[in-house]
Nanobody
Framework: QVQLVESGGGLVRPGGSLSLSCTVSGPTFRSYSMGWFRQAPGKEREFVAGINWNGGSTYYGDSVQDRFTISRDNAKSTVYLRMSSLKPEDTAIYFC?????????????????WGQGTQVTVAS
């Protein structure tokens, strides 16, 4: 069973920055893509960012474009999400996800395994 463990969530003030990490373990494919999603109370899970198998291709949701950066370190089996210029509307539980395809995918159904989520709260 592939397992994903997120870390790095917390409370940050508007305009601030925060970084999330997600480490993958278990019987993974040799090459796989990763993504970050978020879910606020009463809302559907929303695509935030995705990265292909070697980090050469990334894609972002419209609401985070130019503020968030996704990256990965395959030697450490870890994917990162650097969040800057945070807004109160970025408040949500953030989930990392693993996909068995090698290119970037953006829908919930295209991801095979999920982390437990980490809370990010943006408030003054």
């Amino acid at each position: 069973q592939v397992q994903l463990v997120e870390s790095g969530g917390g409370l940050v003030r508007p305009g601030g920055s925060l970084s999330l990490s997600c480490t993958v373990s278990g019987p993974t494919f040799r090459s796989y893509s990763m993504g970050w999603f978020r879910q606020a109370p009463g809302k559907e899970r929303e695509f935030v960012a995705g990265i292909n198998w070697n980090g050469g291709s990334t894609y972002y949701g419209d609401s985070v474009q130019d503020r968030f950066t996704i990256s990965r370190d395959n030697a450490k089996s870890t994917v990162y999400l650097r969040m800057s210029s945070l807004k109160p509307e970025d408040t949500a539980i953030y989930f990392c996800a693993y996909s068995e395809v090698v290119y970037v995918v953006t829908t919930v159904a295209e991801y095979n395994y999920w982390g437990q989520g980490t809370q990010v709260t943006v408030a003054s």
